[in-house]
């Protein structure tokens, strides 16, 4: 998938496009609006390079929160779900999207589900959501696939 240089993330902003953060630790940089608006900007090359999830023949979890801001997960997630039906997949297929959670949603139950931004590369980044949101994605989607698994694997011969 294309992402936009520092050019063109400065004419998006200048065009209302995306909001500027100074991508510091008091001013983290959002990825995910960035990502979207790639999207829509380069939407031939991104339909041109979508993976042909219809083809999948094993069940599908898919996991997200809803205030993903690195990457626009629920976004994704949907698109996995809308191109599967779509295709009427009969597979076993499940998304779970939670609110008030962010990208880091996916550890060791009860462990600490604050905000802190991640320095990555040159800038500072959330991984957005809440408290109470990450900290109860954590704690059900740690559930949520060990039953998925369980269930599937059963099925296995």
Known sequence: MPYLNNEEISEA???GHIVYHKATL??????SPVFLYTMKKFKKIINEATIPVENIRC????????????????????????????????????????????????????SPSIDLPAHIKTSWVPFGGTQE?????QKESWQEVLDFLKENLEKQP
């Open 13 to 15: 902003v200048r065009e």
């Open 133 to 137: 949101g990450n900290a109860r994605a």
């Open 59 to 110: 069940p599908i979890l898919i996991i997200s929160g809803e205030e993903d801001n690195m990457l626009p997960s629920s976004v994704a997630g949907k698109s996995i779900m809308e191109q599967l039906n779509t295709h009427n997949s009969k597979i076993q297929k499940k998304l779970i999207i939670y609110p008030n959670a962010g990208h880091a949603i996916f550890a060791i139950p009860y």
């Open 26 to 31: 008091n001013d983290p940089w959002q990825n």
